[in-house]
């Protein structure tokens, strides 16, 4: 059997990014961590860890870390059913999450979950193309994501779909856009991007007006409330859930450049195939807050999957 100390060791030094901060999280010293990730690995036979900057687990490294998060969640578990008067602490509970979600819906779901058990949520923030990679490494035991494609020894739930529209203001439009909205006018406007993994851009341009992603320039804005701020200040167009751009809308401060044309983002929760009642919970809420604040599939005939 695997020692559970030592895989602690190995999540440690992966979550943490540094030996020294991994050994402060476990109360050892730091060569105590060296010495049970090398144990670990001797026993396995099998190097565990890329020490790079970032520090990157091995194909072997991942399965490692996904098995201990597994063992540990169900551990838990099992003292608090078996010992319910004593408190056997938090769980730690790793989800992989997109901007947009955790900016408006995702919040909710929690609320219920978090009042009633004792969970530490680690939300792992990327594109909603790119949070399967978190599930894939074991980095996480659930994320959202756009992709419908369940992976081995997980499910894949639908949630609801996010329908993005591309906003300015008056102003930058009236700059950019004054014969009307055209494939000109976007080859000159500057586009609001979250970051290098953002497509929705490039999506939206590609599909309506047929222009390559090297065809126009763009802004590169890594946080939600700056990027919605450079929309509204009339420094750059971007694309915006409904969830958040309708009281933008309704006051004036942006207006849709091209109404009737937008991106459909349906969002599906990948999670481990885990007898777990805090994966159920989790499923649960998610499903019910999601029901009450996204769009249903069949609202939307073209959805956008990472694949198309």
Same mark, same amino acid.
């Given at each position: ?15 943490? !990014?540094?030996? +020294? #901060?991994?050994? $402060?999280? /476990?109360? &050892?010293?730091?060569?105590? =961590?060296?010495?049970?990730?090398? !144990?670990?690995? +001797? #026993?396995?036979? $099998?190097? /565990?860890? &890329?020490?790079?900057?970032p =520090? ?38 790793p ?23 004792k ?79 953002d ?11 047929d ?25 750059a ?65 073209v ?6």
């Amino acid at each position: 059997m695997l020692d559970i100390r030592q895989m602690a060791a190995l999540a440690a030094v992966l979550e943490e !990014q540094s030996f +020294d #901060k991994a050994a $402060q999280k /476990l109360h &050892i010293t730091q060569s105590a =961590i060296s010495q049970r990730l090398k !144990q670990l690995e +001797d #026993k396995l036979g $099998q190097t /565990l860890v &890329i020490r790079s900057n970032p =520090i990157q687990a091995t194909p072997a490294g991942q399965q490692v870390l996904k098995y201990f998060h597994q063992v540990s969640m169900l551990e838990n578990e099992l003292l608090r059913e078996l010992s319910p008067q004593d408190d056997v602490g938090f769980t730690r509970v790793p989800i992989g999450i997109n901007a947009d979600s955790l900016q408006t819906w995702f919040l909710d779901a929690l609320k219920p979950l978090l009042s009633e058990q004792k969970l530490l949520l680690d939300m792992k923030q990327d594109d909603q193309e790119q949070t399967h990679h978190l599930l894939r490494t074991g980095e996480v035991i659930g994320c959202i994501t756009s992709s419908p494609t369940p992976m081995q020894g997980c499910s894949c739930i639908p949630l609801g779909v996010m329908s993005y529209r591309c906003l300015a203001s008056p102003a930058f439009i009236a700059q950019y856009f004054p014969d009307g909205v055209n494939a000109k006018g976007f080859k000159q406007a500057p586009a609001a991007e979250f970051n290098n993994k953002d497509e929705l851009q490039n999506r939206y341009l590609k599909s309506f007006f047929d222009i390559e992603p090297g065809d126009y320039p763009r802004h590169r804005v890594p946080s939600s409330d700056p990027y919605f701020q450079m929309i509204i200040r009339g420094f750059a167009y971007g694309m915006i859930p409904d969830q958040q751009s309708q009281p933008l809308l309704s006051q004036g401060q942006v207006v849709e450049l091209t109404p009737g044309r937008y991106l459909a983002i349906p969002l599906y929760w990948h999670v481990w195939n885990l007898k777990s009642t805090h994966i159920q919970h989790l499923t649960q809420t998610l499903i019910q807050v999601a029901e009450q604040t996204l769009d249903p599939f069949d609202q939307h005939p073209v959805l956008i999957h990472p694949e198309s």
